[in-house]
């Protein structure tokens, strides 16, 4: 069976250093892999995905990026966070294939203080 | 115009209560539609596809309208359990998912 796992589920940074959050898939090859981040009280907002080894689309202009150096392997980083980073990231995978269904990692809680 | 919309709540219902959620979409060309359940600090987690014709999955009834671009969740028989946020999800050309920001649901003894 295919499982996620990201890390670290927790961290408090202060405003202006880096960040790297990684995220892996197990038991599938060539996912579709998405960062997304929810801030208090508001909905999922898609920040990057990728359909392959180095393909990334970025949804929104941020202060983040994010890599794709293996297959099942996707990073999130930030060189500078500010205040406005913190929140909940989520790692997220679908069927390369059929795309359908969306499974999340479990999750990333981010304070920039 | 949010993308996905959806009354934030929160529904406060008894144990064994009927509750049940609407959601809108904004977008006419949205393929597939999904109900995803969040519990506090937790991820998303899927709980159920909505198809056109309708689906039931135990206690749990997804509707879609895609008339009105609409989309409901019936909860019949209410437990402690189904506390939780209910996000009303759609995917779009691309597998783009668009998510509502949630519906709060808590079951009371």
């Known amino acids: 069976s295919q499982t996620i796992h990201q890390w670290p589920a927790t961290l408090v940074q202060p405003v202006g250093s880096p960040l790297s959050l990684e995220c892996t898939v197990e038991?599938?090859?060539?996912?579709?892999l998405y960062w997304y981040r929810q801030a208090a009280g508001r909905g999922l907002q898609l920040l990057f995905y990728?359909?392959?080894?180095?393909?990334i689309s970025s949804e929104v202009p941020q202060n983040l990026s994010a890599s794709r150096p293996q297959d099942r392997q996707f990073i999130l980083s930030s060189k500078k966070l500010l205040l406005s980073d913190s929140g909940f990231y989520l790692c997220?995978?679908?069927?390369?294939?059929?795309?359908?269904?969306?499974?999340f990692g479990e999750g990333s809680w981010l304070t920039v203080v | 115009r949010k993308e996905v919309e959806q009354d934030p709540g929160p529904f406060n219902v008894p144990e064994g209560a009927t509750v049940a959620f609407n959601c809108t979409y904004s977008n006419s060309a949205s393929q597939s539609f999904f109900w995803y359940r969040q519990d506090c600090r937790k991820e998303p987690k899927l709980l159920m596809s909505?198809?056109?014709s309708g689906n039931e999955d135990g206690r749990f009834t997804a509707q879609l309208n895609r008339a009105s671009q609409y989309i409901s969740l019936l909860i019949r028989d209410s437990k402690l359990s189904d506390s939780a946020t209910y996000l009303c999800v759609t995917r779009e050309y691309g597998n783009k998912l668009v998510f509502g920001a949630g519906t709060i649901l808590r079951v009371k003894s």
């Open positions: 990728s359909v392959g080894i180095g393909q």
């Open positions: 038991g599938t090859s060539n996912p579709n």
């Open positions: 909505v198809y056109s």
């Open positions: 997220a995978w679908s069927d390369g294939r059929s795309g359908n269904t969306i499974y």
